[in-house]
Protein backbone atom coordinates (compact mmCIF):
# COMPACT_ATOMS: atom_id res chain seq x y z
CA UNK A 1 0.00 0.00 0.00
CA UNK A 2 1.58 3.78 -0.95
CA UNK A 3 1.43 6.37 1.56
CA UNK A 4 -1.28 8.77 1.84
CA UNK A 5 -0.60 12.14 1.76
CA UNK A 6 -3.52 14.92 2.63
CA UNK A 7 -3.33 18.96 1.58
CA UNK A 8 -5.87 21.21 3.32
CA UNK A 9 -7.54 23.85 1.00
CA UNK A 10 -9.67 26.92 1.33
CA UNK A 11 -13.57 27.15 -0.03
CA UNK A 12 -15.99 29.33 0.24
CA UNK A 13 -17.76 26.26 2.31
CA UNK A 14 -14.42 25.76 4.40
CA UNK A 15 -11.48 23.74 4.76
CA UNK A 16 -11.56 20.66 2.17
CA UNK A 17 -8.71 18.21 2.95
CA UNK A 18 -7.96 16.03 0.30
CA UNK A 19 -6.65 12.42 0.36
CA UNK A 20 -4.09 10.77 -1.99
CA UNK A 21 -1.73 8.47 -2.75
CA UNK A 22 0.62 8.85 -5.22
CA UNK A 23 -1.28 8.01 -8.39
CA UNK A 24 -4.92 9.35 -7.21
CA UNK A 25 -7.19 11.51 -5.02
CA UNK A 26 -8.66 9.27 -2.77
CA UNK A 27 -10.58 11.77 -0.17
CA UNK A 28 -12.26 15.03 0.18
CA UNK A 29 -13.76 15.90 3.29
CA UNK A 30 -15.05 19.17 4.99
CA UNK A 31 -14.08 18.91 8.56
CA UNK A 32 -17.58 17.58 9.81
CA UNK A 33 -18.19 15.45 7.24
CA UNK A 34 -20.08 12.04 7.80
CA UNK A 35 -18.37 9.21 7.59
CA UNK A 36 -14.68 11.33 7.45
CA UNK A 37 -12.25 9.04 8.28
CA UNK A 38 -9.16 9.87 11.09
CA UNK A 39 -6.51 11.67 9.14
CA UNK A 40 -4.23 14.13 11.29
CA UNK A 41 -1.95 10.75 11.33
CA UNK A 42 -2.14 11.46 7.47
CA UNK A 43 1.13 13.53 6.02
CA UNK A 44 1.07 16.79 4.75
CA UNK A 45 4.57 17.36 2.13
CA UNK A 46 5.02 20.23 0.36
CA UNK A 47 5.03 19.02 -2.79
CA UNK A 48 2.36 16.48 -3.82
CA UNK A 49 1.45 16.23 -8.11
CA UNK A 50 -1.65 14.71 -7.50
CA UNK A 51 -2.72 17.04 -4.16
CA UNK A 52 -1.89 20.44 -6.76
CA UNK A 53 -3.77 18.55 -9.72
CA UNK A 54 -6.48 18.24 -7.22
CA UNK A 55 -6.08 21.53 -5.61
CA UNK A 56 -6.46 23.74 -8.41
CA UNK A 57 -9.03 21.40 -9.93
CA UNK A 58 -11.35 22.20 -7.15
CA UNK A 59 -10.06 25.83 -7.43
CA UNK A 60 -11.04 26.05 -10.70
CA UNK A 61 -14.56 24.80 -9.50
CA UNK A 62 -14.95 27.24 -6.90
CA UNK A 63 -14.16 30.45 -8.92
CA UNK A 64 -16.43 29.33 -11.42
CA UNK A 65 -14.08 28.61 -14.19
CA UNK A 66 -14.83 24.76 -14.56
CA UNK A 67 -18.21 22.71 -14.30
CA UNK A 68 -16.89 19.74 -12.86
CA UNK A 69 -13.87 18.93 -10.16
CA UNK A 70 -12.23 16.03 -12.72
CA UNK A 71 -10.91 12.79 -11.00
CA UNK A 72 -8.92 10.01 -12.83
CA UNK A 73 -11.38 7.33 -10.98
CA UNK A 74 -13.97 7.08 -8.31
CA UNK A 75 -12.08 6.02 -5.33
CA UNK A 76 -12.05 2.54 -4.04
CA UNK A 77 -15.36 0.95 -2.84
CA UNK A 78 -17.73 -2.28 -3.34
CA UNK A 79 -18.59 -2.91 -7.32
CA UNK A 80 -22.13 -1.41 -6.77
CA UNK A 81 -20.67 1.81 -4.73
CA UNK A 82 -18.47 2.25 -7.78
CA UNK A 83 -21.10 1.75 -10.50
CA UNK A 84 -23.45 4.25 -8.04
CA UNK A 85 -20.52 6.79 -7.86
CA UNK A 86 -19.68 6.63 -11.73
CA UNK A 87 -23.55 7.26 -12.40
CA UNK A 88 -23.07 10.69 -10.34
CA UNK A 89 -20.13 11.44 -12.52
CA UNK A 90 -22.78 11.91 -15.97
CA UNK A 91 -24.86 13.96 -13.57
CA UNK A 92 -24.35 17.73 -15.70
CA UNK A 93 -23.43 20.37 -13.18
CA UNK A 94 -26.18 22.36 -11.62
CA UNK A 95 -28.90 19.51 -12.79
CA UNK A 96 -30.35 16.90 -9.84
CA UNK A 97 -31.52 13.41 -10.03
CA UNK A 98 -33.07 11.74 -7.29
CA UNK A 99 -32.03 8.24 -5.67
CA UNK A 100 -34.80 6.60 -7.48
CA UNK A 101 -33.39 8.05 -11.01
CA UNK A 102 -30.02 6.83 -10.39
CA UNK A 103 -31.13 3.11 -8.91
CA UNK A 104 -33.59 2.81 -12.14
CA UNK A 105 -30.39 3.96 -14.03
CA UNK A 106 -28.45 1.23 -13.09
CA UNK A 107 -31.13 -1.20 -14.03
CA UNK A 108 -31.90 -1.70 -9.87
CA UNK A 109 -35.08 -0.07 -9.61
CA UNK A 110 -35.74 -1.49 -6.31
CA UNK A 111 -32.24 -0.29 -4.78
CA UNK A 112 -32.80 2.92 -4.19
CA UNK A 113 -32.23 2.45 -0.44
CA UNK A 114 -28.97 1.34 -1.60
CA UNK A 115 -27.93 3.87 -3.82
CA UNK A 116 -28.18 5.99 -0.52
CA UNK A 117 -26.13 4.27 1.12
CA UNK A 118 -23.68 4.26 -1.68
CA UNK A 119 -23.85 7.75 -2.03
CA UNK A 120 -23.67 8.73 2.01
CA UNK A 121 -20.53 6.71 1.76
CA UNK A 122 -18.94 8.60 -1.62
CA UNK A 123 -15.26 9.87 -0.29
CA UNK A 124 -14.95 12.36 -3.23
CA UNK A 125 -17.78 15.05 -1.74
CA UNK A 126 -17.84 17.17 -5.24
CA UNK A 127 -15.66 15.45 -7.21
CA UNK A 128 -18.49 12.77 -7.45
CA UNK A 129 -21.21 15.26 -7.17
CA UNK A 130 -23.26 13.03 -4.79
CA UNK A 131 -25.01 17.00 -4.11
CA UNK A 132 -26.77 17.03 -7.12
CA UNK A 133 -28.84 14.16 -6.00
CA UNK A 134 -32.33 14.83 -4.26
CA UNK A 135 -35.27 13.33 -2.79
CA UNK A 136 -38.23 12.23 -4.40
CA UNK A 137 -40.01 14.83 -3.40
CA UNK A 138 -37.53 17.52 -4.69
CA UNK A 139 -35.96 17.98 -1.47
CA UNK A 140 -32.24 18.35 -0.39
CA UNK A 141 -31.76 15.39 1.68
CA UNK A 142 -29.08 13.79 2.99
CA UNK A 143 -25.25 15.51 1.83
CA UNK A 144 -22.67 14.29 3.96
CA UNK A 145 -21.25 18.23 4.13
CA UNK A 146 -24.60 19.23 5.28
CA UNK A 147 -27.47 20.10 3.48
CA UNK A 148 -26.88 24.37 4.21
CA UNK A 149 -23.47 23.34 1.51
CA UNK A 150 -25.52 21.37 -1.04
CA UNK A 151 -28.06 24.12 -1.26
CA UNK A 152 -25.11 26.10 -2.27
CA UNK A 153 -23.52 23.92 -4.37
CA UNK A 154 -26.21 23.57 -6.48
CA UNK A 155 -26.59 27.29 -6.78
CA UNK A 156 -22.95 27.91 -7.71
CA UNK A 157 -23.91 25.61 -10.45
CA UNK A 158 -26.79 27.32 -11.47
CA UNK A 159 -24.93 30.26 -11.67
CA UNK A 160 -27.12 32.04 -9.02
Known amino acids: MTPLARRDIPTPLGPLTLVADEESLLG ?10 ELDAV ?54 RTYAQIAQALGRPSATRAVAGAIGRNPLT ?24 KRWLLAHERGA
Do not use: M, N
Open 43 to 96: AAPDSHAVLEKAAAAFEAYFSGEAADVPVDDVAPGTPFQRDVWQSLRAIPAGET
Open 28 to 37: AYFADHRRRP
Open 126 to 149: IAVPCHRVIGADGSLTGYAGGVDR
